[in-house]
């Protein structure tokens, strides 16, 4: 995810002399630091470390295309560095390799009717891309139905309530910047206990960094048709962060296949369940985003009114989208968060338009705080819920009663002379429906 400004903690690189005066290790040392340093982060609650090269060049043709293109939308700082995102030492000088590590946020209390997730027949529709038949037989599983109780089965069935209003699963817990930063800073000063002073800078989220190449340079994951990390034991679910250092460690091998769709036992293979799960269309190839199209980018990076055109497709979800993750066949195997920061707060996954759109200013400053969603600020909040409401006025009549629609109505009126002047727009366009 590259969404949020930077937040790293580095430490100077060393010069030549001082690096080669301060340490000397031989392959066996080099080989061993890199084992505990993965120990370190299994200990710190990652679910994988992995330590890769620098080397990221056959990323830059695909990367120059795609904001050349202008899929970026109006996030500027993914082009403002051009391809220093694809060259580690050019962004930290003295960089050799780059340690990358996961820590999974699906909340324990969302994962809890997990088990209830029956199998695919052999052969059928939801088998694993990929996965061996066996395993594929056992524990496939696509588009939940809602007869399972499972997690992915609740937030769909949360999807087709148009009173709900729906926040991206990460959001709902603590700012995981706060909560990556502090683990990967913690995993960087164990190295340093251990060999002294060396160059390093953390990253989580933040700077021209490709994270989704180096986490696969680092065999952590691959990358998904929906362009996210996934893996094998674990899903997409998960936060990606990393550590460039000044250190040679030995690097770990690169997930593989690499995600050309022609590529044989491919881990998509030849499913397309995101791309056809998108409500906008986002997904434009298989591996390619369009941000400008995604409810992430609209109701998160977005800064002014979101397109008419789109507003209808938005549903519900007043911030991010879980959708081509939901429909994942590889998200059977999400695992739940190590730790209690991303726990769900303040009701956020259950609560409703009209009392999120009832909040003050500073009720969502108070209840925000700590959170990722307090960035987008009040005034994007009630766009987005004032968009939510919109759709849910068009709804069909079976699916929202006639109270929760004349409550929602209410709600609107009573932000129809709202003092910003986004709200009032968006407002507008949803009593349009009334």
Not at 218 to 228: E, N
Not at 298 to 326: A, F
């Amino acid at each position: 995810m590259n969404r949020c400004p930077e937040h790293s903690v580095s430490h100077a690189p060393l010069s030549d002399d001082d690096r080669r005066a301060s340490r000397c290790f031989d392959e066996a040392a080099l080989a061993a630091l890199a084992q505990r340093i993965k120990e370190w982060g299994r200990e710190l609650g990652f679910g994988a470390v992995g330590i890769s090269d620098i080397d990221l060049s056959d990323a830059e043709a695909g990367l120059a295309a795609w904001l050349e293109a202008g899929c970026h939308g109006e996030m500027d700082y993914m082009a403002k560095h051009g391809l220093k995102r694809a060259r580690p030492a050019e962004l930290v000088a003295g960089t050799l390799r780059v340690i990358t590590a996961r820590i999974a946020y699906l909340p324990a209390s969302t994962l809890a009717g997990k088990a209830d997730e029956s199998a695919a027949s052999a052969g059928g529709a939801d088998a694993l891309p990929g996965a061996p038949e066996a395993l594929s037989n056992r524990l496939a599983g696509g588009a939940p139905s809602a007869k399972t109780g499972s997690w992915r089965a609740h937030e769909m069935a949360r999807l087709t309530d148009p009173s709900s209003a729906v926040v991206s699963i990460y959001a709902r817990g603590r700012d995981y910047h706060k909560v990556m930063r502090n683990r990967l800073q913690q995993l960087a000063e164990r190295i340093e206990n251990e060999i002294g002073a060396y160059g390093y800078r953390v990253f989580t989220d933040s700077a021209p960094v490709l994270e989704i190449e180096l986490a696969q340079k680092a065999g952590i994951g691959w990358r998904g048709k929906h362009t996210l990390l996934l893996q094998r034991d674990a899903g997409s679910l998960f936060f990606i962060g990393e550590i460039y250092v000044d250190v040679p460690l030995p690097t770990d091998a690169e997930t593989s296949p690499k995600h050309a769709p022609e590529t044989p036992g491919a881990h998509c293979g030849q499913c397309t369940r995101c791309i056809d799960a998108c409500p906008t269309g986002a997904i434009v190839a298989p591996y390619r985003v369009d941000a400008r199209r995604c409810i992430s980018y609209l109701t998160i990076e977005l800064k002014g009114s979101i397109p008419e055109d789109l507003r209808p497709l938005i549903g519900n979800r007043v911030y991010g989208c879980d959708d081509c993750q939901l429909v994942c066949p590889w998200n059977k195997f999400a695992q739940a968060a190590p730790v209690g920061d991303f726990d769900v707060r303040h009701g956020l996954d259950r609560a409703t338009l009209v009392e999120l759109f009832g909040w003050s200013a500073d009720e969502f400053d108070t209840r925000m705080q700590g959170s990722a969603i307090r960035r987008i600020g009040y005034e994007r909040w009630l766009r987005n819920i004032a968009v939510a409401m919109g759709n849910a006025l068009r709804a069909e009549a079976s699916s929202i009663d006639a109270a929760a629609r004349a409550d929602i109505v209410a709600a609107l009126r009573r932000r129809a002379d709202d003092e910003s002047p986004l709200v009032r727009e968006h407002v507008q366009w949803a009593l349009a429906a009334a």
